[in-house]
């Protein structure tokens, strides 16, 4: 059975005003290089408009701050 390929799809999709902020809503950890490089990407992701990178790297501040640097 033959597959064929499907074309790329490329969509873009505005979120409601106040998402983009609460999405990339993170604090990076003091002192972290782990967190500050993510930030410095975050940024730049931010900047150049591409909030979904800019999200994933949020999430990664999020989730690192919360795990290594969580307090037991």
């Not at 900047?47 to 989730?63: C, F, K, L």
Request: aromatic letters at 2%; a negative charge; hydrophobic letters at 35%.
């Amino acid at each position: 059975m033959a597959t064929t390929a499907r074309p790329e799809q490329n969509h873009s999709a505005r979120l409601p005003s106040g998402i983009d902020a609460w999405l990339l809503d993170c604090a990076p950890a003091t002192g972290c290089e782990v967190c500050a490089a993510n930030w410095r990407q975050l940024v730049d992701c931010q900047q150049s408009g591409d909030i979904a990178q800019a999200v994933r790297h949020a999430t990664e501040i999020r989730d690192h701050t919360s795990g290594v640097h969580a307090t037991p």
